[in-house]
């Protein structure tokens, strides 16, 4: 069944309607496009030669930042994009007291001088049509990093010296 769900960003309340499942999944698709690659290489940044296990264990360092950005930018294709912002406004009203206004109708007046509100009902709109697969992947990654830190060579132990009882003299 899809979903409303409503959320206030800066003096605006949105109400995100989700998408049908094949835009859904067809958004999903164009994104992943965008989006993987680019994290492939900030993943590589920080693994060095160690694959996902040493990635998995490193912090997110700006190396791993500057580099997924980078990748992201380099595929970005606008006309994408403004059709991904288009789908996900038309199914995005703002809310005015009872009136419910069409985000997709008014979007050039709505936005102008708010590219940080822009941004940020972007960023809401793709929670809630993909929220459940991002949530399903941030545990996964989760499972996956306790995993490799589980495995993780542990630093060894201080020693006294000393072997066996040591109540004994020699």
């Known amino acids: ?40 290489a900030g993943v590589a940044s920080v693994a060095g030669g160690g694959g996902l296990a040493q ?28 059709s991904i912002i288009q789908q996900l406004a038309n199914h995005t009203a703002v809310v005015i007291g009872e009136r419910k206004l069409e985000l997709a109708q008014q979007f050039e007046v709505q936005f102008a001088g708010r590219i940080g509100e822009m941004f940020r009902w972007l960023a809401f709109a793709l929670e809630v049509n993909f929220g459940d697969f991002l949530s399903v992947l941030k545990d996964r990654a989760s499972v996956a990093l306790q995993a490799a830190t589980a495995k993780a060579p542990q630093s060894p132990t201080t020693s006294s010296g000393q072997c066996g009882d040591s109540s004994r003299s020699a």
Do not use: C, W
Request: proline content about 4%; glycine content about 4%; overall charge negative.
């Open 1 to 40: 069944m899809r979903q409303a769900t409503t959320r206030i960003i800066g003096e605006h309340t949105y109400e995100v309607r989700q998408l049908p499942a094949t835009p859904a999944y067809l958004m999903f698709l164009d994104l992943s496009k965008m989006v993987a690659p680019s994290m492939a």
């Open 55 to 82: 990635a998995l264990e490193a912090e997110l360092n700006g190396d791993f930042l500057l580099r997924a950005v980078e990748g992201l930018v380099d595929r970005l294709d606008n006309a994408k994009v403004q």
